[in-house]
């Protein structure tokens, strides 16, 4: 059964039930009410007929006659309304109507009645075997009567019995519950026709959910179900499009990697092809005694650059992925980055010559800062020498200065810059923001910055790039000091 039909079964049963449960507790108050009505209205006439009818004599209270011709009236009166009723005296005999025959009133009923109690009682039809005269069911009320004399004593006078005949009061009720069924037919209808629409309102968005799952199956991720924040089924879908971004966003890391992969197998085939190209010709130059004699060491050296070359470009490949992966340790500790720099200037003054660079150390006498020595002078390094490469008669400024439990380092040139969509791509792994500069004599392979950015991140860091075409390019630097760390 589909969850439609499952969902109005349910909605059709409990309002089924609700409904039965208001019909029957509706109709029982309703015929109470109904019977209490009647009582009130009978106790009433039996108040009327005694104001109207009842004669007390002034020589003697005890002695209460009741005026026949006011009752008589009062009969035809009551008669036309669908009313009887009956006058006994205080010997529980009938004074009125006289002419039919009459049964006495029940001796618990009479008790009850002495005691000052009005009875209201439902009867029977009865048939009486002596007198063949047949009572029809009634609703009575008795009520009693009485005087008071000088010693503040009451006595019984009278009791008036009226009645309505049951099948009239039945009659009205049954009026009612009519009119009460069709009530409920008409609310049941109602209310399957909106349980009907509840539960297939419910039901398409429960479909929508399914046939976007089913798009997600087929591995279609770029899909979104609508939700206003409104129930569960909306926390449904929530989590749903969460769950189709987190496998979009997968799929795409995945397809980037494999791109990255095949772009990593032919950047490293390249990377290497060269040297061992070289390598090769001189090697079979040198077997076929090609290479003149005052040219073998030229040619011996150039070998030997370009297997560091290959050897340089394994050990970063090495270094990456173990970065990556952290599968190194640093050991940070707090030093003085000036006294570092200015090494690191000294070091690379040779290649900043070559090119006709400058490397100046800004940010004063002594700059701590916090982290590992080792990987420190790799990130400055690679970042300077990074720097002159893409700089020709220029300057190279490094600059130091203390933040907010922070150290600041802003390594700037003025070489050829970079465009927003080179910036975009300066971290990745064989990436070069000029292709042209494959070969140069400093090895450029592409893997120094990458490396760069694990180490910061590695130290908790940051590390930003601004840069223009032709105007140069800032890389900012952030370690945390040693108390921002511990957080």
């Known amino acids: 059964m589909k969850l439609v039909y499952q969902q109005l079964l349910a909605l059709l049963s409990m309002v089924a039930i609700v409904l039965v449960l208001l019909g029957l507790s509706f109709s029982r108050m309703t015929k109470q009410y109904v019977y209490q009505n009647t009582w009130t209205s009978l106790e009433k006439y039996a108040n009327s007929l005694v104001e109207q009818s009842v004669r007390v004599s002034s020589s003697n209270p005890q002695h209460v006659n009741f005026d026949s011709e006011s009752l008589l009236n009062s009969e035809v009166l009551l008669r036309n309304q669908s009313v009887n009723f009956t006058i006994y005296n205080r010997d529980n005999t009938a004074i009125f109507p006289d002419n039919v025959y009459i049964s006495k009133i029940k001796t618990t009923d009479w008790q009850n009645l002495r005691r000052g109690k009005v009875v209201k009682k439902v009867t029977d039809q009865q048939a009486h075997v002596n007198s063949g005269h047949v009572e029809p069911a009634m609703t009575d009320v008795l009520k009693p009567y009485f005087y008071t004399d000088q010693k503040n004593q009451k006595h019984l006078v009278a009791v008036v019995k009226v009645g309505a005949y049951v099948s009239n009061i039945n009659s009205n009720i049954a009026e009612i ?6 009530a409920l037919l008409v609310a049941s209808f109602a209310a399957m026709l909106l349980a009907f629409f509840i539960a297939r309102y419910l039901t398409l968005r429960i479909d929508r959910l399914r046939r976007a799952t089913n798009q997600i199956a087929k591995g279609n991720y770029d899909v979104q179900v609508p939700s206003k924040n409104r129930d569960e089924v909306d926390d449904l879908a929530n989590d749903f499009n969460n769950m189709a971004r987190s496998l979009q966003e997968s799929k795409e890391e995945i397809q980037r990697q494999e791109q990255r992969r095949k772009e990593f197998m032919a950047d490293a085939a390249h990377e290497m092809r060269t040297p061992l190209t070289t390598i090769n010709g001189l090697l079979e130059g040198l077997a076929y005694d090609a290479i003149p004699e005052e040219s073998k060491a030229q040619s011996i050296d150039l070998m030997r650059n370009e297997t560091n070359r290959l050897i340089r470009l394994v050990n970063e490949n090495l270094d990456y992925e ?13 030093f003085n980055a000036i006294d570092t720099l200015n090494r690191l200037a000294k070091q690379l003054a ?15 006498a002594d700059i701590e800062v916090f982290a590992d020595y080792d990987r420190f002078v790799q990130i400055m390094f690679n970042i300077t020498q990074n720097a002159i490469q893409f700089t020709e008669n220029g300057q190279i400024v490094i600059l130091a200065q203390r933040g907010y439990q922070e150290t600041i380092f802003k390594i700037s040139d003025t070489g050829i810059g970079m465009t927003k969509k080179q910036l975009a791509n300066i971290w990745d792994r064989f990436y070069k923001a000029d292709p042209s500069r494959t070969n140069t004599k400093y090895g450029e392979s592409g893997l120094g910055l990458a490396i760069v950015h694990q180490l910061v991140l590695l130290h908790d860091g940051k590390i930003e790039v601004t840069s223009k075409p032709n105007q140069g390019t800032t890389f900012t630097v952030i370690f945390p000091n040693q108390k921002a760390a511990k957080k």
């Open 177 to 182: 519950n009519a009119n009460l069924t069709k």
């Open 322 to 334: 173990k970065i990556r992966n952290n599968q190194i340790s640093l050991n940070k500790q707090q």
């Open 350 to 364: 040779q290649k900043a010559a070559a090119k006709n660079d400058t490397i100046s150390i800004q940010g004063g």
